[in-house]
């Protein structure tokens, strides 16, 4: 049985490096996009091998599934977005090449530093999450009790990347388009089903596998396929719901984080309230995503045939 | 026992109908045909192979969750293959 777990990890090994190149040598970008999403796939597979069905579920359903479509919905808008009035330009390019080998050097330089400086030094502990409470679920009480910061930080990070997005075009919902009966019908029978799972994903993730990242993917897929099959997503094509609920994430993880500095430090809760809290955030977390992930979609794909308002 | 040889039965069948829509899938000359073949493994197959893996988890509530599963498949690889096939004869016209 070792053998067979063996050549079966050594095989997804071999086929993930294998698929990874042919993703960034293949000229056609829709077949890239593709490759992509079954190499998302494969590493999903990858970290199910590994133990770790948080991150397989994470990686499946974001990793390969929104962010494949993101990728060809980009692909789909891209012939019609205007061309960028600097592309092209030879001493841009140039500039931007200088400028990108120049961070790349000094972050390279940093890291060797860095590693030097603590070669003769203990590494990190690793992280032991506080025993007891509702946090069953390891991973969970890591990324909210021992890497918080870093789970805010993440948060921002999607937040951000929407406003920027919002900044470089016109946040107009893109048009109804009628969509083929079918896809139709199987929105009807599957949006609702992925909007109980993200839920049923959120509670249990504080005790098993699941949590605000997987809801929040199963739902912004929901919305996506919602929106490709010509239905209303509520809270993204309301601008003012949408720019809200988009920073609600950051602001109430960041509120409770705040609020409760007077008990103790930054991002620390008090033993009785941790599971209750890590509900609040993470629905909060789950829900600004969702909106962020169907406002992405929305942003990059095709425009509307008339001039924006 | 019995159930454990039934259920081992049928994971056999389910991976030959993988088996035999991957070879189609490579072999078919064209969209519809190729569509053909992966409806076969995404059916037969994978409902062999959950109900494989259901009876050998012994488990009822595994065994739901398991046929949920396969539903869930059969109505999106359904579709898909009507688009996908709609698709492709949008393109051939």
Redesign the interface.
Known sequence: MVLADLLFDGLIALLLVGLAWRLLRVPDLFQAGLLFIVFGLLTSVAWLRLHAPDVALAEAALGAGVTGALFLNTLAGAGEHPEDAGSGSAPSERWLGGAVAGIAAVLTGGLVALLAMGAGQPGLPSPVPPAGGKLANPVTAVLLDVRGYDTLLETAVVWIALLGVAVLGPDSPPPRETA?P??V??AR??VP?MILLAGWLLWQGAAATGGAFQAAAVLAAGGILARLAGFPVPPVDSPWLRRWLAAAGTAVFLGVAVALMAAGQLLEYPAGTRGTLALVIEAAVAVAIATILVALFDAVGPRRREAPR | MLSEVVAWLCLGAGAGFFLAGTAGLLRFPDTLTRLHALTKADNAGLGLVALGLALRSGSWATGGFLLLVWVLVLIASGALSALLAAAAAGEED
Do not use: I, K, R
């Open positions: 083929p079918v896809l019908g199987l029978v599957v089903l």
